[in-house]
């Protein structure tokens, strides 16, 4: 199969690549870049992309797939819909379902239901079994299985011993702790603990209690060698924490939601609780805080921590109803939206959130625009204008605050392991 695209502007910040060129693909590989003669084209399924993007394949670390235990909520074949459909070509899947990520039979499993789909699928595998916080999950087991990073994920490695232990362990193979920073003992609560929790009365969450764990995971990590990886951060202090470790030296990396540079708990007040999510919405102190740590590298990348709730459970009332919402497919409308057109980020800068730097964290090999490279790319447009709608989104669930939102930006199509989504339809190039 060839596939010939035409007009893109090609934008690789690894090999300092910005170039306005066309692309033909044959099997899945890249096999020109720039002029293409007449010969290379014949019987070639040519596009049209004038004015498009093309980049490295955009990779989110921070998905749940809900499979197993919640097919209702979201499958890993939906999930990786939604993924494509979004502008990604990989994700992390994290390790809260049911059974746990927490032996090979559930990697394999995983990893099984995603083998045929366009879409890249890594495991990350629980710290601890059960992520119950009593003992170390088989971690070299894990690793063998196709593992890319640990983590208790909706629950914080419950004690220090552990988490040194586990942080240990994982230093013989080079793996991230991926950490959901947050003291449960100061964290029953259903929103962000602010001057807008006391007007709603409803019970809350305070900053401190995420900022407490942020610290001393920095401190295991710097006393033990290891690597931590703050998810979701949304706490100013965290991100002054992590600003001063990374100036030491210690290997902490760090990654914020779109609605957490986007949205504050202003937005509680209409007890929608499609605003519900943990760590939960902060002030828009916290908010603005979030944009000045990815505009100085502090914040390393973009996850979406697309989490599907079924429309039953998130129909109860504000304080019962399950925290979370989905982004895959309104991520990167967001970051163009609320970062590049506001001129916080730059494409080249978006592109290392989105793509280069989630893979980095994780140890994966890093997609190139280069000539004998397999295609794992993806192509956007950062001018479309559109609205979000939920009922089109290829995810099981609907649970998104930003339905019927106006924004810009839009992934047009994109490609890996030799299969195309474009249009809504995959086909071979």
Known sequence: MKSLFKGLN??????????????????????????????????????????MYCVPGLFDMHVHLREPGREDEETVQTGCNAAAAGGF???????????AIDSAEVINLILGKAKNHLV??????AVTSGRKGEGLAPIFELVEAGAVAFSDDGTVVKT???????M???????????????????ADGAMNESFTSTQLGLPSIPTIAEDIIVARDILVAEYTGGKIHIAHISSKKSVELVREAKKKGI????????????????????????YKMNPPLRTQADVEAMIEGLKDGTIDCIASDHAPHSIEEKEMEFIYAP????????????VISELYLKKHLTLPQIVEKLSINPRKILGLNIPKISEGENANLTIFDP??????????????????PFDKKLVTGKSIAVINKGKMYFENSFRLV
Not at 169 to 182: D, V
């Open 251 to 274: 290997k902490v990396t760090c990654e914020v939601t779109p609605h957490h540079f986007s949205l504050n708990d202003e937005y509680v007040k209409n007890f929608d609780t499609n």
């Open 160 to 166: 220090s011993s552990i988490l040194r232990s586990a």
């Open 383 to 400: 001018a479309k204008i559109w609205t979000i709608d939920i009922n089109q989104f290829k995810s099981k669930s609907r649970n998104s």
């Open 168 to 186: 240990e362990y994982c230093l013989m193979f080079g793996s991230t702790i991926i950490e959901h920073c947050e003291d449960e003992s100061m």
């Open 120 to 125: 890249d699928v890594f495991p990350v595998g």
């Open 89 to 99: 070509t990989g994700v992390a899947c994290m390790p809260n379902t049911s059974p």
């Open 323 to 334: 925290n979370g919402i989905i982004g895959l497919e309104t991520q990167l409308a967001l």
């Open 10 to 51: 090609l934008l690789d910040p690894e090999q300092n690549l910005n170039l306005q060129a066309d692309l033909l693909i044959e099997d899945g590989i890249i096999k020109s870049i720039g002029d293409i003669n007449q010969k290379e084209i014949q019987d070639c399924e040519v596009f049209d992309f004038t004015g």
